[in-house]
């Protein structure tokens, strides 16, 4: 008999929760897992989420800032200990809460010790050592998880300390949940609803769900049947709760729901790759990035779907999973375990309701995201996978079949609206430091190598050494060997795109050094026609949508003169996004100076956005930095020659210059021949620097090497509509959604 049906058979209704209250108080893990016993147990830094206590919207896993530290320091926290070398103390935990969860703590040499103060064979003498694989959680008060739920198995929840509120909805509901598999995380369906504040006009149809609650206290367990819905909350009783839990397989079930997930994973990744969308982390939970990121995705769950194909044909059908336990199971104390089913109350009577409206006088428009969503859909998987298992019957049939059904409907997926015509003409536009060109003599049906020669000819620079960035906010264009044959049409490139060019500065060989420097192209302007001891020169930092960062993080970082001249600017990924999110913690840590008003969207929407990676940074983002390095941040724009200086009222005694064309910051420094280095830092008392920098922009002006953000014209991707200078497409980009524009060729 498989475990899982021994388990089940001590229910009266096994499709049904129930709650045996106190069953599990006597547990070593009851009696003495506080946060001191835990932290001398637990000595290794643990990830936790965090979240603001109060929002409006769903905050979902994969746009929530995290940190690592350790339970010493988490205790630390919740007891209100000021240590600014705590990873915590940029989250007040007034504001803040904290989770680390799903931690299985059979994979931790830490926590493979607290197993043994969990007491699970004593009440389920069924289980042995390996179906025991407990799962932690500990969270700070009003932590919670997001309301989904679990296409696997079933749930065996014990509550450790503290109380949470557990909120179940039968799967009978689920037209009404609001469901979506994005952020796609195997085994998880989501609601769209936030239920912290549940919106009743933004999500009419949750009145009619048939929601049932119940609080845990220690000692509590709580048995939850696949496919119920549940949204869990500690209470803000206790600093803090813990429980564990164990999923319980049901190989007769889970084998065929595993061949539905690993179809959705296949569809959602795929759409998310051929649409080269740069922001998949928020799309996919971090497990879910891990198969992503891996070169040979696709083939790896293709083989997936065939084993399971396999698995689940009739002449396949194993007795994996049973055990000999019937005798076990007759003399087990679970059998005399009182469980209490679980009741269902009004909706509205368990939840605070938002009084926010919601504004639905603007027009609708179609995502990316809802269009990778309805193709994951439950219903729209299940009808694949029914076509799919309807040739399982013939097992000679089973491969070729998950090839060709799977191969045409991803082909499907990944066409594109329409296919250009070949002979139709591309009209681009070339931007390069050295000014604009115009390309005419490419068509849809060229390649990126046509592309790229072209470029070549015009800028006179080997094809080798030039990077190209296509859109607004620019995106780097693959340029690899693999990808020279790839049509313009399929990136997709339109009439009217702007493509912006970087060029990888040629290396050559100093004769009278073994150390290979750049060879410098820079526009420079001696600082003393009588002395060139020293000259400022404009370096080039790459056009990736983090030149601001990386500008700053190349002069800070050169505090004490060490970069040689002709060294090259280049991006360091894991030092822009660490500076991105301490830009975001300092965001949300203070809503009052940095409110809706200032900032032009809310708080928490700011604090999302500037975590991504194609997000640029601007004079927000320019103060704050000022802030973290403590140095005058002067920014030289091309347009105006003007001289913008942040920090300058803190009297800050260094200072760093960037130059700004209206898109693109690069940084300033000085070349000294004499000592062969580069100065990014100078004194806030040396004012000459700031009128060689405005020279440098004045050139560059008479070389019209800038644009004007308030007057050039932009066309939505789309809706094709019309848009004058940057604001309004950040208006046009916050009623609508949409977030892919191109430059009009007038």
């Given at each position: 008999?498989?475990?899982?049906?021994?388990?089940?058979?001590?229910?009266?209704?096994?499709?049904?929760p129930?709650?045996?209250?106190?069953?599990?108080g006597?547990?070593?893990?009851?009696?003495?897992?506080?946060l001191?016993?835990?932290?001398?147990?637990?000595?290794?830094?643990?990830?936790?989420?965090?979240a603001?206590?109060?929002?409006?919207?769903?905050?979902?896993?994969?746009?929530?800032?995290?940190?690592?530290?350790?339970?010493?320091?988490?205790?630390?926290?919740?007891?209100g200990?000021?240590?600014?070398?705590?990873p915590?103390?940029?989250?007040?935990?007034?504001?803040?809460?904290?989770?680390?969860?799903?931690?299985?703590?059979t994979k931790?040499?830490?926590?493979?010790?607290?197993?043994?103060?969990?007491?699970?064979?004593?009440?389920?003498?069924?289980?042995?050592?390996?179906t025991?694989?407990p799962?932690?959680?500990?969270g700070?008060?009003?932590?919670?998880?997001?309301?989904?739920?679990?296409?696997?198995?079933f749930?065996?929840?014990?509550?450790?300390?503290?109380?949470?509120?557990?909120?179940?909805?039968p799967?009978?509901?689920?037209?009404?949940?609001?469901?979506?598999?994005?952020?796609l995380?195997?085994s998880?369906?989501?609601?769209?609803?936030n239920?912290?504040?549940?919106?009743?006009?933004?999500?009419?149809n949750?009145?009619?769900?048939?929601?049932?609650?119940i609080?845990l206290?220690?000692g509590?367990?709580?048995?939850?049947?696949?496919?119920?819905?549940?949204?869990v909350?500690?209470?803000?009783?206790?600093?803090?709760?813990?429980?564990?839990?164990?999923?319980?397989?049901?190989p007769?079930?889970?084998?065929?729901?595993?061949?539905?997930?690993?179809?959705?994973?296949?569809?959602?990744?795929?759409?998310?790759?051929?649409?080269?969308?740069?922001?998949?982390?928020?799309?996919?939970?971090?497990?879910?990035?891990?198969?992503?990121e891996?070169?040979?995705?696709?083939?790896?769950?293709?083989?997936?779907?065939?084993?399971?194909?396999?698995?689940?044909?009739?002449?396949?059908?194993?007795?994996m999973?049973?055990?000999?336990c019937?005798?076990?199971?007759?003399?087990?104390?679970?059998?005399?375990?009182?469980?209490?089913?679980?009741?269902?109350?009004?909706f509205?009577?368990?939840?605070t309701?938002?009084?926010?409206?919601?504004?639905?006088?603007?027009?609708?428009?179609?995502?990316?995201?809802?269009?990778?969503?309805?193709?994951?859909?439950?219903?729209?998987i299940?009808?694949?996978?029914?076509?799919?298992?309807?040739?399982?019957?013939?097992e000679?049939?089973?491969?070729?079949?998950?090839?060709?059904?799977?191969?045409?409907?991803?082909?499907?997926i990944?066409?594109?609206?329409?296919?250009?015509?070949?002979?139709?003409?591309?009209?681009?536009?070339?931007?390069?430091?050295?000014?604009?060109?115009?390309?005419?003599?490419?068509?849809?049906?060229?390649?990126?190598?046509?592309?790229?020669?072209?470029?070549?000819s015009?800028?006179?620079?080997?094809?080798?050494?030039?990077?190209?960035?296509?859109?607004?906010p620019?995106?780097k264009?693959?340029?690899?060997?693999?990808?020279?044959?790839?049509?313009?049409?399929?990136?997709?490139?339109?009439s009217?795109?702007?493509?912006?060019v970087?060029?990888?500065?040629?290396?050559?060989?100093?004769?009278?050094?073994?150390?290979?420097?750049?060879?410098?192209?820079?526009?420079?302007?001696?600082?003393?026609?009588?002395?060139l001891?020293?000259?400022?020169?404009?370096?080039?930092?790459p056009?990736?949508?983090?030149?601001?960062?990386?500008?700053?993080?190349?002069?800070?970082?050169?505090?004490?003169?060490?970069?040689?001249?002709?060294?090259?600017?280049i991006?360091?990924?894991?030092?822009?996004?660490?500076?991105?999110e301490?830009?975001?913690g300092?965001?949300?840590?203070?809503?009052?100076?940095?409110?809706?008003?200032?900032?032009?969207?809310?708080n928490?929407?700011?604090?999302?956005?500037?975590?991504?990676s194609?997000?640029?940074?601007?004079?927000?983002?320019?103060?704050?930095?000022?802030?973290?390095?403590?140095?005058?941040?002067?920014?030289?724009?091309?347009?105006?020659?003007?001289?913008?200086?942040?920090?300058?009222?803190?009297?800050?005694?260094?200072?760093?210059?960037?130059?700004?064309d209206?898109i693109?910051?690069?940084?300033?420094?000085?070349?000294?021949?004499?000592?062969?280095?580069?100065?990014?830092?100078?004194?806030?008392?040396?004012?000459?620097?700031?009128?060689?920098?405005?020279?440098?922009a004045?050139?560059?002006?008479?070389?019209?090497?800038?644009?004007?953000?308030?007057s050039?014209?932009?066309?939505?991707?789309?809706?094709?509509a019309p848009?004058?200078?940057?604001?309004?497409?950040?208006?046009?980009?916050?009623l609508?959604g949409?977030?892919?524009?191109?430059?009009?060729?007038?």
């Amino acid at each position: 008999m498989d475990i899982d049906k021994i388990l089940l058979s001590q229910f009266p209704d096994s499709q049904h929760p129930y709650v045996a209250k106190g069953i599990a108080g006597s547990w070593e893990s009851c009696q003495k897992w506080d946060l001191c016993y835990l932290s001398g147990k637990i000595k290794s830094a643990l990830k936790f989420r965090l979240a603001k206590r109060e929002s409006a919207e769903v905050q979902w896993e994969t746009s929530c800032p995290s940190i690592s530290a350790t339970l010493a320091e988490f205790n630390d926290w919740i007891n209100g200990v000021d240590d600014k070398n705590n990873p915590f103390s940029m989250y007040p935990k007034e504001f803040w809460w904290a989770y680390a969860d799903y931690i299985y703590m059979t994979k931790s040499t830490d926590f493979k010790e607290l197993i043994k103060d969990l007491s699970f064979q004593e009440l389920f003498p069924c289980l042995n050592n390996n179906t025991i694989s407990p799962t932690f959680w500990l969270g700070s008060s009003k932590a919670h998880t997001i309301c989904h739920r679990d296409t696997y198995g079933f749930n065996i929840v014990v509550q450790i300390k503290g109380s949470k509120r557990w909120i179940l909805f039968p799967p009978s509901d689920n037209p009404y949940m609001y469901e979506t598999r994005l952020p796609l995380e195997e085994s998880t369906v989501f609601s769209k609803v936030n239920f912290t504040l549940p919106n009743y006009k933004e999500h009419p149809n949750i009145l009619k769900t048939t929601p049932y609650p119940i609080t845990l206290y220690p000692g509590d367990i709580l048995f939850v049947p696949r496919n119920w819905w549940h949204f869990v909350e500690s209470s803000s009783q206790y600093d803090f709760t813990c429980s564990v839990n164990l999923w319980i397989d049901q190989p007769s079930l889970d084998n065929k729901v595993r061949f539905r997930e690993c179809l959705t994973q296949l569809v959602g990744f795929s759409l998310i790759s051929s649409c080269n969308h740069s922001n998949y982390k928020v799309l996919l939970h971090p497990s879910e990035q891990e198969t992503y990121e891996q070169e040979f995705w696709s083939e790896n769950l293709l083989d997936f779907l065939r084993l399971l194909c396999h698995r689940n044909s009739p002449k396949s059908c194993s007795s994996m999973g049973k055990v000999d336990c019937e005798e076990i199971a007759k003399r087990s104390k679970f059998s005399n375990i009182s469980w209490t089913p679980l009741v269902s109350e009004n909706f509205d009577k368990l939840f605070t309701v938002s009084e926010e409206s919601l504004s639905y006088n603007v027009r609708k428009v179609l995502s990316f995201e809802q269009v990778i969503s309805t193709f994951m859909k439950p219903d729209v998987i299940e009808l694949v996978a029914k076509y799919l298992e309807n040739d399982v019957i013939n097992e000679s049939l089973c491969i070729i079949n998950i090839h060709y059904w799977t191969t045409n409907y991803l082909s499907v997926i990944q066409m594109q609206s329409c296919l250009p015509n070949s002979t139709n003409l591309l009209k681009l536009r070339c931007r390069y430091r050295t000014g604009q060109y115009n390309l005419n003599n490419l068509t849809s049906d060229s390649t990126i190598d046509d592309l790229l020669q072209t470029i070549a000819s015009l800028i006179s620079v080997a094809q080798s050494r030039i990077s190209l960035y296509y859109g607004y906010p620019p995106k780097k264009l693959d340029c690899s060997i693999s990808n020279l044959n790839k049509h313009l049409w399929e990136i997709p490139l339109r009439s009217g795109d702007m493509i912006t060019v970087d060029v990888i500065e040629e290396k050559s060989i100093n004769v009278n050094s073994s150390t290979i420097k750049p060879q410098s192209h820079e526009r420079v302007i001696p600082i003393n026609n009588k002395q060139l001891e020293s000259r400022i020169v404009r370096l080039s930092a790459p056009s990736d949508n983090s030149c601001l960062f990386t500008s700053v993080l190349f002069c800070v970082n050169n505090y004490d003169n060490h970069l040689k001249i002709g060294t090259e600017v280049i991006t360091n990924i894991a030092a822009v996004s660490q500076l991105r999110e301490l830009i975001s913690g300092i965001v949300l840590s203070d809503p009052i100076k940095y409110s809706e008003a200032f900032l032009g969207m809310s708080n928490e929407e700011y604090s999302l956005q500037i975590r991504q990676s194609d997000k640029w940074g601007g004079g927000i983002e320019v103060s704050i930095l000022s802030q973290l390095y403590e140095v005058e941040i002067c920014i030289v724009d091309i347009e105006s020659c003007r001289i913008d200086r942040f920090g300058e009222d803190q009297n800050y005694a260094k200072r760093i210059l960037l130059i700004y064309d209206g898109i693109h910051y690069d940084p300033l420094a000085q070349e000294c021949p004499s000592r062969d280095c580069l100065v990014t830092v100078f004194s806030s008392n040396d004012d000459t620097i700031l009128l060689e920098a405005q020279q440098l922009a004045s050139n560059a002006r008479a070389e019209w090497a800038f644009t004007d953000l308030s007057s050039f014209t932009l066309l939505c991707r789309q809706c094709d509509a019309p848009l004058v200078g940057q604001v309004a497409a950040q208006k046009h980009a916050q009623l609508t959604g949409h977030t892919q524009f191109k430059e009009i060729i007038h």
